[in-house]
């Protein structure tokens, strides 16, 4: 089992910067891939942004490129998400994922661990 609590959620201006944590336990950080998903009020959740285990591979949903980057910290079992210029649409509930498998997180199915979520609120 792997246990995920995101942090660092809250609220922001437009045009303005926040960073997301989220702290894995359980079994190895480090073996498994790491994503952030995000869902807006009446919307289903989508997919943000994926890492592989070690960190050199990275993707992202194109309405977040250039504004979001993902990160992780092996050594702190914990995987980032700096949010820069943010938007009033970016508001949603952010989750962070787990699964041994990166394409299964950038593809959006059968992921094995769910975090709780943290609220972003974006105002105008």
């Known amino acids: 089992q792997v246990q995920l609590v995101e942090s660092g959620g809250g609220l922001a201006q437009a045009g303005g ?3 997301l ?3 894995a336990s359980g079994r190895t950080f480090s073996s498994y891939a790491m994503a952030w998903f995000r869902q807006a009020p009446g919307k289903e959740r989508e997919f943000v942004a994926a890492i592989a285990w070690n960190g050199v591979s ?3 949903t194109d309405s977040v490129k250039g504004r979001f980057i993902i990160s992780r910290d092996n050594a702190k079992d914990t995987v ?3 949010m820069n210029g943010l938007k009033p649409e970016d508001t949603a509930v952010y989750y962070c994922a787990a699964d041994s498998s990166y394409r299964n997180l950038r593809i959006g199915v059968a992921i094995a661990y769910w975090g709780r979520g ?3 609120t974006v105002s105008s």
């Open 17 to 19: 910067s926040l960073r």
């Open 21 to 23: 944590a989220c702290a």
């Open 58 to 60: 990275t993707y992202s």
């Open 80 to 82: 980032y998400l700096q």
């Open 118 to 120: 943290t609220q972003v």
